[in-house]
C-alpha cells in the first residue's frame, strides 16, 4: 500500500488534474515509495533509467561527474518537483547523477506507467511539454550564469529559478536551503555564498534566517547583476 505521503504527493502534483479517477488511481496502485540518505544516488549516471521520480520530501541534485572526481551540478528538485522524464522519452541509461543532499523520500512512477499515459493522454502530453520547456529554459538561463554573472547575481539568480511555478510548485517565500546546498546549487563555495547572501540582504531582496532564506523581492532577484555582473563581459556574437 503506498504510504498518505506518497498518494498525496502524487494526487496533487500539476499532472494529476490531466488524468481521470480511474487513471490517476492505477497511477497510485503502480507506483512505490524510496527513502534515500544524505548522499545516496536517487539515479545514477549509466544505469538504466526505469523511473519517473517525485520529491515527496527533501533535495536533490541533479549533476554529471568527471572520471577525475569534478562534477558540475545542473539544479536541484525540491518537495513537490519531478525529474527524470527526458531519459523517460529517450531510451537509455541515466545521462546524470540525482544525488539527495539531505534525507529525501520519493515517489517512483514506473517506465510502463510512464509510457503508458504519454500514449494515451493528450493532456499529460501538454503537462511534459510544459515542464521540459520549464526545464530547458533553467538550463539556459544557468549557463548565462555561469558564463556572464558574478558570483552574488548568481547566488540571487539561483534562488529565484526556484520559483518555476511548473518546476517547482510548492514554492513558498521561505527557501529552506543551507548555505552549503546554495552554494553546491549556484557553483559557488559555502564562504562565497554567505558572502552573496548578506550581500542580497543589504540589497532588501531577501532575510537570512535560520534553515534558509526568506524571499522578499523576487522580481529583484531574478534581475540582480551586482557590481560584478555589471563588470561581466558581454557575449561574443
Given at each position: 500500500m503506498?504510504s498518505?505521503?506518497m498518494?498525496?504527493?502524487?494526487?496533487e502534483?500539476l499532472?494529476?488534474k490531466t488524468?481521470?479517477d480511474?487513471e490517476?488511481?492505477?497511477v497510485v496502485r503502480?507506483?512505490h515509495?524510496?527513502e534515500v540518505p544524505?548522499?545516496?544516488?536517487?539515479?545514477?549516471?549509466?544505469?538504466p533509467?526505469d523511473?519517473w521520480?517525485?520529491?515527496?520530501e527533501?533535495l536533490v541534485?541533479?549533476?554529471?561527474s568527471q572520471a577525475?572526481?569534478r562534477?558540475?551540478?545542473?539544479t536541484?528538485v525540491?518537495?513537490?518537483?519531478w525529474?527524470?522524464?527526458?531519459?523517460?522519452l529517450?531510451?537509455?541509461p541515466w545521462?546524470?547523477?540525482g544525488v539527495?543532499?539531505?534525507?529525501?523520500r520519493v515517489?517512483?512512477v514506473?517506465?510502463?506507467?510512464?509510457?503508458r499515459l504519454?500514449?494515451?493522454?493528450?493532456?499529460?502530453?501538454?503537462?511534459?511539454l510544459s515542464?521540459i520547456?520549464?526545464?530547458?529554459?533553467?538550463f539556459?538561463?544557468?549557463?548565462?550564469?555561469?558564463?556572464?554573472l558574478?558570483?552574488?547575481?548568481?547566488?540571487a539568480r539561483c534562488?529565484?529559478?526556484l520559483?518555476?511555478?511548473?518546476?517547482y510548485?510548492?514554492?513558498?517565500s521561505?527557501v529552506r536551503?543551507s548555505?552549503?546546498e546554495?552554494?553546491l546549487?549556484?557553483?559557488?563555495?559555502?564562504?562565497?555564498?554567505?558572502r552573496?547572501?548578506?550581500e542580497?540582504?543589504?540589497?532588501?531582496l531577501?532575510r537570512?534566517?535560520?534553515?534558509g532564506?526568506?524571499?522578499?523581492d523576487?522580481?529583484?532577484?531574478?534581475?540582480?547583476?551586482g557590481?560584478?555582473?555589471?563588470?561581466?563581459?558581454s557575449?561574443r556574437r
Open positions: 503506498p498518505k505521503a498518494e498525496s504527493m502524487l494526487r502534483s499532472w494529476a488524468l481521470t480511474e490517476l488511481d492505477r503502480e507506483s515509495e524510496r544524505v548522499a545516496g544516488f536517487v539515479m545514477r549516471q549509466g544505469e533509467a523511473l521520480f517525485g520529491i515527496i527533501g541534485k541533479m549533476s554529471v577525475d572526481g562534477v558540475s551540478t545542473f536541484g525540491t518537495a513537490g518537483g525529474a527524470g522524464e527526458g531519459s523517460l529517450n531510451p537509455g545521462r546524470y547523477d539527495a543532499m539531505r534525507a529525501t515517489a517512483c514506473p517506465r510502463h506507467t510512464f509510457e504519454v500514449s494515451t493522454n493528450l493532456g499529460f502530453n501538454r503537462f511534459l515542464h520547456n520549464a526545464r530547458l529554459s533553467l539556459i538561463g544557468l549557463m548565462e550564469f555561469d558564463r556572464l558574478g558570483p552574488d547575481a548568481r547566488v534562488l529565484a529559478s520559483f518555476d511555478p511548473i518546476l510548485p510548492q514554492a513558498s521561505f536551503l548555505q552549503d546554495i552554494g546549487l549556484s557553483a559557488v563555495s559555502r564562504q562565497r555564498a554567505n552573496a547572501l548578506h542580497l540582504e543589504r540589497a532588501g531577501l537570512v534566517e535560520h534553515g532564506v526568506e524571499v522578499i523576487l522580481g529583484g532577484l531574478r534581475s540582480y547583476l557590481e560584478e555582473g555589471a563588470l561581466a563581459p557575449p
